[in-house]
């Protein structure tokens, strides 16, 4: 009998806190779709709870690029640890500027043309692990999906 009640025990314990783990993730989730939705926003961004603290990367892919869903999912959730990567390992960023000119000419006037191109490239390198897909919603216009990975960083 007083294994029975050990168990039984045991098992409630587990359950209460398997329901506050998702609670919690409602609760975020619900949280950065209101935040979304009032002033849209992409990047990394770290969120305090009351007792946690999140580090969310958020991105939008245009729905029309990706043949199918799960061509869609695994770019975001590649540009996703991107954004993270470069959030806590940095980047080198290098750029160049070239200048070109161009110059016409025909019998009667001489005309120059100028194109001016920039080249900017970033490389980052590292690994982040235990990013988890916290949400995947339509944007506001229906034209983009919205993906948020996050990863709890401390627990108060």
């Given at each position: 009998?007083?294994?029975a ?19 919690d ?24 709870n ?16 990706y ?39 025909s ?30 919603f339509?944007?506001?216009?229906g034209k ?13």
């Amino acid at each position: 009998m007083n294994k029975a009640l050990v168990i039984i025990f045991l098992l409630k314990i587990n359950i209460t806190f398997s329901q506050s783990i998702n609670d919690d993730k409602i609760s975020i989730t619900n949280f950065i779709k209101r935040m979304y939705n009032s002033a849209p926003f992409e990047g990394v961004k770290v969120i305090d709870n009351y007792d946690h603290q999140y580090f969310i990367s958020v991105l939008s892919l245009e729905k029309g690029k990706y043949p199918n869903e799960a061509m869609m999912n695994r770019v975001a959730q590649v540009k996703g640890q991107s954004q993270a990567n470069i959030f806590f390992n940095g980047s080198t960023i290098s750029s160049d500027l070239v200048i070109k000119t161009t110059e016409n000419k025909s019998t009667d006037r001489t005309s120059t043309a100028v194109e001016t191109i920039e080249s900017i490239k970033e490389n980052a390198m590292g690994f982040v692990k235990s990013m988890e897909l916290l949400n995947n919603f339509d944007s506001p216009d229906g034209k983009r999906m919205v993906f948020i990975f996050y990863k709890e960083i401390n627990k108060k």
